[in-house]
């Protein structure tokens, strides 16, 4: 791009043509294009206020002012960038520096971010040269293996689980408070959720033979039971489950379309099936017209158990099995929209038997997912 002429050469060349000069020869004497000539003769009648237009120091002013705009354009990109990107340690440079990587990187100046952000360049430059510590090493290796962790959990996890299977799976030495910065630097969560509970007042039609004290020290102690429902594009489906309350495990579950006692009959028929209890156990239920159907009943009596009810519309009553679900719809349900009855019923029986019952660890098992804290108890309780 050639250079612009002077402004002295430009207000002598316009002098010339003032003076009388034919405007073409002043152009073939000094070397220049006519076009450049009459553009310069025009603005220069502009300045005078002979002809309309923009004089040549608004001009110049208004380019500053655009300059000045797009500067401070830039300034809040850089600040609008930085207020979403994680930052590690303390309100110092440190914190600064990699927060500048990232605006560097796409496409800011140094300069500005350095300015902006509160840190000088220099300084930035020997953080950028500086080489990796161990402690720095080591923090991106844990990173890696939280990121590993938590999507093996489907992204459910947080810091504790992750802490437990960083130490207990993986043998790896680690403090939870590191791994709960590690995960907030990173931007990785677990899903929240307490559990939602109705606390309706109702009146007591059946015994409650747990009072709600779940805790068992044996196996097939204790039962809990009910029956949850999802939409999908088709209509509903329904879920009815069987908790262990020993180990937390699901040990029978029956899926269908409609909620009816055949439900709820199918999910305690695959729980029997599977344990083989001793008689004196306890199946725990709601007042739902499934559960307190005769059908329900007289299946719990002949398989030598206790049928125990809660009060009407209490959640608390059945809060062990409230938190199942509670857990079940933050980690799978609620997660996206299912087109077909078919594809939730398959992924409702892939939580229960490979994710809840093998993989997902619980913090009142002592991080154990509900298999491995049966295994480990050796119960005689519990069929091979």
Not at 243 to 255: E, N, P
Request: charged share 25%; net charge positive; aromatic share 8%.
């Amino acid at each position: 791009m050639p250079k612009p002429y002077p402004a002295e050469f430009r207000t002598r060349a316009i002098a010339l043509v003032r003076a009388g000069k034919p405007a073409t020869a002043v152009a073939g004497d000094l070397g220049i294009s006519g076009s450049c000539l009459q553009n310069w003769l025009r603005q220069d009648r502009i300045d005078r206020g002979e002809i309309e237009g923009v004089p040549r120091t608004e001009s110049a002013e208004l380019r500053r002012a655009r300059a000045r705009v797009r500067e401070l354009e830039r300034e809040v990109e850089i600040l609008r960038v930085a207020s979403k990107l994680p930052r590690t340690g303390g309100p110092t440079p440190k914190r600064v520096h990699p927060v500048i990587d990232t605006l560097v990187a796409a496409g800011h100046p140094v300069l500005t971010c350095c300015r902006i952000l509160g840190v000088s360049k220099p300084g930035y430059y020997r953080y950028r040269n500086r080489p990796t510590s161990q402690t720095q090493l080591r923090r991106q290796w844990l990173t890696g293996l939280i990121r590993e962790v938590h999507v093996a959990s489907r992204g459910t996890y947080g810091y504790r689980r992750v802490h437990a299977e960083l130490t207990m799976a993986m043998d790896v030495t680690v403090s939870p408070r590191l791994v709960f910065m590690l995960m907030h630097d990173a931007g990785v969560y677990g899903l929240p959720g307490p559990a939602r509970v109705k606390r309706l007042r109702g009146v007591v039609t059946a015994g409650d033979l747990v009072n709600r004290k779940f805790h068992r020290v044996r196996p097939n102690e204790l039962w809990v039971t009910d029956i949850t429902e999802h939409p999908t594009r088709e209509g509903k489906l329904y879920c009815c489950c069987v908790l262990d309350a020993y180990s937390r495990r699901i040990i029978g579950w029956s899926i269908d379309s409609t909620q009816d006692t055949r439900l709820v009959i199918n999910a305690l028929d695959m729980a029997i099936s599977n344990r083989d209890p001793a008689p004196g156990g306890i199946v725990h239920a709601d007042h739902g017209a499934q559960f307190t159907s005769w059908a329900f009943g007289d299946r719990i009596r002949r398989a030598g158990l206790m049928p125990s009810f809660g009060s009407v519309g209490d959640g608390l009553d059945n809060a062990m099995m409230e938190s199942f679900w509670s857990s079940m719809q933050i980690e799978l349900l609620d997660r996206q929209r299912w087109n077909s009855r078919v594809e939730l019923a398959n992924a409702i029986f892939e939580y229960i038997e490979i994710f809840h019952n093998r993989r997902r660890r619980h913090s009142s098992l002592g991080y154990l997912s509900p298999i491995e804290f049966e295994l480990r108890s050796k119960s005689p309780a519990i069929p091979a």
